[in-house]
């Protein structure tokens, strides 16, 4: 499973939208979903741990990580290459 992929599958079961909801790269999360608040945002964060294998350090994050979905999955390319998974 690709970055994307993944980060498609976890933000689709952390807003609870359907699969065939279009996210693309370019999808904006923050802005785009009124439910996309900070409660999402740990919740993705705990889902990409447990997903990828890896703890996640809040100075890794910022608001640009969770602005698009590309974004986000760029971030979570990341840590899939990161030692130790």
């Known amino acids: 499973m690709t970055a994307l992929e993944l980060t498609r599958d976890l933000v689709r079961t952390c807003l609870n939208l359907n699969a065939s909801e279009p996210l693309v790269e370019d999808t904006f999360l923050m802005g785009g979903f009124p439910e996309f608040d900070s409660m999402t945002i740990m919740a993705l ?18 608001g640009e990580t969770f602005e698009t979905v590309g974004s986000l999955a760029a971030f979570v390319a990341g840590k899939m290459g990161s030692p130790g998974h």
């Open 45 to 62: 964060i705990e889902q990409i741990e447990e997903a990828v294998g890896c703890e996640i350090d809040d100075d890794e994050i910022s």
